[in-house]
């Protein structure tokens, strides 16, 4: 059995290690939280992200550290899945692989090459960078980018689409291909290319979806405003083979952080290339309209009189996620135009949105 570690084992990098692990791997996964890898490595862990806790409970061959020397020393080949945000121009932070490519030059030379794959989100131009700097390490630098959606990580680790390989040679991505055939139930789609395609490509695709998801809802609203049901206008134009169903159905916005990040990530490099952005500069302005398209709606279209249960404000449901939800901006809209919101969520949703808002909705406790 092969060893593999995983540096950052939050939300991706978890179940990585865990579908890993299910693929007949040895695994070490390393984390900078004490109380967290006792969890883990007690298996008590919870979450409701799917079969998380299951596979956690069923590993055999998956142990968790904060030993980062250990870690490095347990594989020649190591993912980094370690957290990335936005910076105020776009960019994203990446600190914390910074954090990590540090330690690994305190730890000089390594005896054996070791393969490092970069699988959080990052700036195009990035993982070239981090190969400068590990050059003189025997360090091989490769960026392999994931399409996943919280509520279905796993799921989407095992069946992907596609697979991205930003390889540093053909060795390297030949590594990288033989995981991902062991790890996949499917047979995906393999893209090997140079580190800096890889790094457009992620930013690319999500941009390309946050393009379909405003232009269905735009022509959803072009329907409701025209007294037609927009369900069957959208589900005509995606039954042409060129077009497809996926992420093209009326509903709200597109949230969360994966797609907001990209688009700013996307823009902000294009404009380091003097390209206006401009579809997806429009994308995310007809996305805030839509918001505001679907609360004028509502408050024509109710009485105030009515109690208004929503069942879900996450921005996707079976998550616990908030940041960006146009669920919860319009419940939030709509309690503060004087309608009595009733939320029903998961105790640790509520958790977040009373601290947030307090008493501005009343609270139910779904056991979903």
Known sequence: MENISVIGIGKLGL????????????????DVRKDYIELINDKVFKTIEPDVE?????SNNFEATIDFKETINFSDIIFITVKTTSLPDGEYDCSQVDKVIDNIISLGVSENTKQIIISCNVNPGYSDEVQEKLKNYNYIVNYNPEWIAQGSIIHDQEYPDLVVIGENDERSGDIIKKIYNNICLNKPIFHRMDRLSAEITKISLNCSLIS????????GEMAIRSGVNPDKILN???????IGHKYFKYGFGYGGPCFYRDAKAFNNYSGKLNIKSSMVIAAEEINKNHLKFQINEFLNDNSKEELVVLNSITYKPGVTLIEESQKLLFAVEIAK??????IKEHIDVIKQVKNIYGDLFKYKISNE
């Not at 005509?236 to 060129?242: H, K, M, P, T, V």
């Open 15 to 30: 179940c990585l290690a865990l579908v890993l692990e299910r693929a007949k791997y040895n695994v070490m996964g390393c």
């Open 54 to 58: 299951k596979y956690l409970k069923e």
């Open 212 to 219: 379909r998801i405003s232009m269905a809802n735009m022509i």
């Open 236 to 242: 005509a134009i995606g039954s042409d083979s060129r």
């Open 337 to 342: 135009a004087g309608y009595k919101v009733v």
